[in-house]
């Protein structure tokens, strides 16, 4: 109904905005309007509030009870289907077979989490996994600062809103290559990008960031500067603005 929906005001409309290339890209294969008739504007947020988040670093790990010796990798979703934790958990086992200071952070809540916690009992990892629960958005830059890196292995999303918040707050990350991530994870510039439901290449990429701290960094610091430059909400304003002058010049 939705695709319906869009081709029947397609010939009638003069702009389609979205947040993503890749959203575009879906639009027009489902026949919905023409490519000159597509513009995207990034969607933006308090990048400022990401950026300085490593100060509540110390304080976010006593909060969720991790050791600062401790390796955190962070997952920001719902505890849903397609969002990849029954992917990540056995990854996280194997990954911590040769790292035992890994630790898995799960920040969200949803149907699976029962599931997913029995899992982590049969992995014989459940003292490494926190279940943080669903926060409210303004903890999640307090969640993001007791990270080292961030997973993100949804097996469907637009431009997803966690892999640009933890690139703002100067998080490493490795991500599932689907829809808009390459838009914001370029491989081996600002992340790792693995092919979607590549176990093996998702530990890879784990493991790469866990033992090149130097080149973690290096990731870190290039992925900030472009979520910085691109997803502040003055930039979106400034693009939102700019396409309705050009509708009506």
């Known amino acids: 109904m939705y695709i319906l929906a869009e081709k029947l005001v397609a010939p009638v409309t003069d702009l389609f905005?979205?947040?993503?290339?890749?959203?575009?890209?879906?639009?027009?294969a489902a026949?919905?309007?023409?490519?000159?008739?597509?513009?995207?504007?990034?969607?933006?947020?308090?990048?400022?509030?990401?950026?300085?988040?490593?100060?509540?670093?110390?304080a976010a790990r006593g909060r969720w009870g991790f050791r600062e010796s401790d390796f955190v990798i962070g997952k920001v979703a719902r505890l849903f289907q397609l969002k990849g934790?029954?992917?990540?958990?056995?990854?996280?086992?194997?990954?911590?077979?040769?790292?035992?200071?890994?630790?898995?952070?799960?920040?969200?809540?949803?149907?699976?989490?029962?599931?997913?916690?029995?899992?982590?009992?049969?992995?014989?990892?459940?003292?490494?996994?926190?279940?943080?629960?669903?926060?409210?958005?303004?903890?999640?830059?307090?969640?993001?600062?007791?990270?080292?890196?961030?997973?993100?292995?949804?097996l469907r999303e637009g431009l997803p809103r966690a892999v640009s918040q933890?690139?703002?707050?100067?998080?490493?990350?490795a991500a599932f290559d689907v829809d808009g991530t390459r838009e914001v994870v370029r491989s081996g510039v600002t992340g790792y990008l693995v092919t979607p439901g590549d176990r093996a290449g998702l530990k890879r990429a784990v493991l790469e960031i866990r033992r090149d701290p130097d080149g973690a960094r290096r990731l870190a610091r290039t992925g900030q500067a472009f979520v910085l430059d691109n997803f502040s909400i003055e930039r979106m304003v400034s693009g939102v603005a700019e396409a309705y002058r050009d509708l009506t010049s």
């Not at 905005?17 to 027009?28: E, F, G, I, K």
């Not at 279940?131 to 292995?153: S, T």
């Not at 933890?166 to 990350?173: C, E, I, R, S």
């Open 166 to 173: 933890a690139l703002a707050a100067g998080l490493p990350v």
């Open 17 to 28: 905005l979205s947040v993503a290339d890749a959203m575009n890209r879906q639009s027009l």
């Open 31 to 58: 026949g919905i309007g023409r490519p000159e008739k597509y513009r995207t504007v990034y969607s933006g947020f308090a990048v400022s509030s990401f950026a300085g988040c490593r100060a509540l670093r110390s």
């Open 85 to 154: 934790h029954d992917l990540l958990l056995p990854v996280f086992a194997e990954a911590r077979r040769e790292f035992p200071d890994l630790r898995l952070f799960l920040v969200g809540d949803g149907i699976l989490k029962p599931e997913l916690e029995a899992e982590a009992e049969r992995l014989g990892i459940r003292p490494s996994v926190v279940f943080a629960g669903l926060l409210p958005p303004g903890e999640i830059p307090e969640a993001m600062a007791a990270m080292d890196m961030l997973v993100h292995v949804s």
